[in-house]
């Protein structure tokens, strides 16, 4: 049975519980996910001197869904609503990521992007993105065609570019297994993988499929479904999941040579994608995507998979924000043209004139982003949303830039989980 509907495996997680006997355990601190935040928040507390941590993973190892299958870019916070949770940890994050990486010798690529115009219409909203990333504090620099060709000599934009020097790629399994391996080596923090957290029980005491865990303090950085167990706390009923799924393309091994570093277009303003880009993996490889079309499933990473009575609520709230945003309606009718191959190469030549059709083949490369949406505006949420209620903490809606955040996130994760101790 495969276990990606989280409703539907928590009652398979009982019945295993029952068949398994209760395994008695108790922490000071129960961290529900092992992607990237749940590892970082742990370690962060293990470097306060926290210990007795166990972190749950239902999984059966790391990087399966989001921390695993994003795109593998470090994002230097162009992009985020000054003052926001996102752009406030970025900057930071993405140079504590990098630092992690030359530290425990992870593939990184410091290669930086390129944000084009395909348009004079996208030429405001390219000079609108370099005054934001201003203000933010973030190293980007608003160049010409010429100095674009000598950055990336087959990408195209009107008049103007931006160039962002700190943005990065990297190996995000290789972060993933390092961090991992650093928190066990402590002896002070245990990861449990295959272990799903099922409800929680009265007296701080969560039931598990290995059975019950008493805990002093929870946090929730259940990815996916970090909604769905907030709310069995009491907590962001406000809001909903709407899942996306990204799906790629690649360039063929001999037309790698299109693509430098990272090429992406002027984003939509309204909606928290960034469009159809280029990236240059640390392995060599060329994707370009994703795509952000809505799905019927957490972890539907084809059209049919996880498909059950989630489904329906998911069906009922896309065909609502369809009806009542129209950035949403714009970008669901724009992203499912991409999946007409016509289209997308269109999209891909807009940024790179020399792409053919015989540079791209098909990827088995997909992701999917579990996106917020505050249900009393019907509006998608665009920032991190971090929930505190008594001895527990959630972080929900934890979408990209998560991973490059993730560090200097974990810093302020922290602070709310201890500030009780600290009085």
Same mark, same amino acid.
């Given at each position: 049975?495969?276990r ?6 928590t009652?398979?997680a009982?019945?295993?519980t029952r ?10 601190f ?5 992607g990237?935040?749940?590892?970082a928040?742990?370690n ?10 166990i ?10 869904h ?22 406030r940890?970025?900057?930071e ?33 390219l ?12 190293e ?6 010429k100095e674009?060709?000598?950055?990336e ?27 991992c ?29 290995a059975g019950?865990?008493g ?9 996916? *479904?970090?909604?769905?167990? !907030? %709310?069995?706390f009491?907590? &962001? $009923?406000?809001? =909903? ?14 037309s ?14 309204r909606?928290?994608f960034l469009g159809v880009?280029f ?6 490889r060329?994707f370009?995507g994703?795509?952000?079309v ?8 084809g059209?049919?998979?996880d498909?059950g ?23 669901a ?8 191959g016509? *289209?997308?190469?269109?999209? !891909? %030549?807009?940024?790179?004139? &020399? $792409?053919?059709? =015989?540079h791209?083949v ?5 992701g ?11 509006k998608?949420?665009?920032?991190y949303?971090?929930?505190?209620e008594?001895?527990?903490?959630h972080v929900?809606?934890?979408i ?19 500030e009780?101790?600290?009085?």
């Open positions: 049975m495969k990606s509907v989280y409703l539907i495996y009652r398979f009982r019945k295993r068949r398994v006997g209760v395994m008695e355990k108790n922490c000071d129960l961290v529900v996910g092992g990237i935040v749940g590892l928040i742990t962060e507390l293990l470097l306060r001197g926290c210990s007795n941590i972190v749950l993973e239902k999984e059966e190892g790391l990087g399966a989001s921390s695993g299958r994003n795109s593998g870019v470090l994002h230097a916070g162009i992009y985020y609503t000054p003052d926001s949770l996102k752009a940890y970025c900057i994050g993405n140079r504590m990521m990098r630092d992690f990486c030359r530290e425990n010798g992870v593939a990184i690529s410091e290669c930086g992007k390129a944000i084009v115009a395909d348009s004079e219409e996208k030429l405001e909203g000079q609108a993105l370099q005054q934001r990333a201003q203000r933010n504090g973030v980007s620099y608003l160049i010409d065609e674009l060709a000598e950055v000599p087959h990408a195209a934009t009107f008049e103007k570019a931006i160039y962002s020097p700190a943005t990065s790629v990297f190996d995000p399994m290789g972060v993933l297994e390092a961090l391996s650093k928190i066990k080596k402590t002896g002070k923090a245990r990861v449990l993988f295959d272990t799903v957290f099922i409800e929680q029980k009265k007296n701080r005491v969560a039931l598990t499929s019950e865990i805990y002093g303090k929870l946090i929730n950085a259940a990815g996916l *479904h970090a909604d769905v167990i !907030a %709310r069995q009491g907590v &962001g $009923l406000r809001y =909903r999941a709407i899942p996306f799924m990204g799906s790629y393309s690649e360039l063929t091994k001999k790698t040579y299109l693509v430098r570093g990272n090429i992406y277009p002027v984003p939509d303003p909606m928290p880009h990236t240059r993996s640390t392995s060599g060329v370009i994703p795509t952000a809505p799905v019927l499933g957490r972890e539907s990473y059209f049919l998979e498909l009575l989630e489904s329906f609520r998911f069906l009922y709230r896309n065909a609502s924000m369809f009806v009542s945003d129209s950035g949403f309606r714009a970008n009718l724009s992203e499912v043209k991409k999946y007409l016509s *289209h997308f190469y269109s999209e !891909a %030549r807009k940024l790179v004139p &020399g $792409l053919l059709p =015989r791209l098909s990827s088995a490369k997909t999917i982003r579990s996106q917020l949406v505050d249900w009393k505006e019907k998608l949420v665009m920032d949303v971090v929930c505190r008594e001895n527990t903490v929900l809606n934890a990209s830039p998560a991973f490059t955040s993730s560090m200097s996130f974990a810093k302020y994760v922290a602070d709310i989980l201890l009780e101790e600290a009085r």
